[in-house]
């Protein structure tokens, strides 16, 4: 298969088999993810690999104890990481200036960069993973539990091990929908009758929102999964965190 039906065909695995990866090819993948692109070449990034059964339990609740997580052989946390590159620079008597929401940004960025090409690469190899978005919902409790010093903050976890079965694809809107040429063009009502129109004619996505309650898809999305208040209280709860952990407020 080549590198574009390979990624047109990827699917997310939620459910793993017992069979072990070891500790040589996670490690291998992350030298190899590695050479993402980054911002200055300044590697902004840290990753904790998570295997032991104790700390897996402790984690477990950060991520909503999600089998997705607890089924997991591995877990790898990717951390913004500005905390090496400062100390490079005090022992090499430059003064940083990085205590800012600029350079958070900068090294979630280079974070991601990291962890998608890591992605890619297990997928390559036969391995399954699952973004679990629940990190930076519970950022301060996993910086306690995996000793995150100042300036080190979780961005995203990824669970890897072999697929247990085949993973069904997930729907994705018509590229046509998000593809821009030269400049941007708003959306009009037809527009999005047209983007989003099928996700509410799916069989499971009915059930879904018969399951809720619910009119529509979209409300089930702004109602319950990812509604106003929850999402005010997450974003207080982590960037009152980045700036105490990362601006060392």
């Not at 990824?158 to 708003?186: C, F, L, N, Q």
Request: proline letters at 3%.
């Amino acid at each position: 298969m080549d590198l574009l039906a390979f990624l047109e065909n990827r699917a997310t695995v939620r459910q793993y088999s017992d069979k072990e990866v070891s500790k040589e090819l996670i490690n291998r993948l992350l030298e190899v993810a590695g050479h993402a692109s980054t911002t200055g070449n300044m590697q902004l990034y840290s990753v904790v690999v998570t295997r032991d059964a104790e700390k897996k339990k402790a984690l477990a609740p950060t991520h909503f104890n999600q089998p997705t997580f607890t089924n997991a052989p591995v877990a790898i946390t990717f951390c913004a990481d500005f905390n090496r590159f400062v100390k490079w620079c005090e022992e090499s008597g430059a003064e940083p200036g990085y205590d800012n929401e600029f350079s958070f940004f900068t090294a979630a960025i280079d974070t991601l960069l990291l962890a998608q090409t890591f992605a890619i690469a297990a997928e390559n190899e036969g391995l399954g993973i699952c973004y679990l978005g629940t990190t930076t919902y519970t950022a301060e409790s996993i910086s306690k539990i995996l000793n995150l010093p100042k300036r080190v903050v979780p961005i995203t976890t990824i669970t890897v091990g072999y697929p247990k079965s085949e993973p069904a694809k997930t729907d994705r809107i018509a590229s046509t929908s998000w593809i821009h040429e030269e400049e941007y063009k708003d959306y009009s009502a037809e527009d999005i009758k047209k983007i989003f129109g099928y996700k509410d004619e799916m069989e499971s996505n009915k059930k879904f929102i018969a399951e809720n309650n619910k009119k529509s898809l979209a409300q089930v999305f702004t109602d319950i999964r990812y509604t106003k208040k929850d999402n005010e209280a997450m974003s207080k709860s982590f960037f009152d965190f980045v700036r105490k952990q990362f601006m060392c407020e």
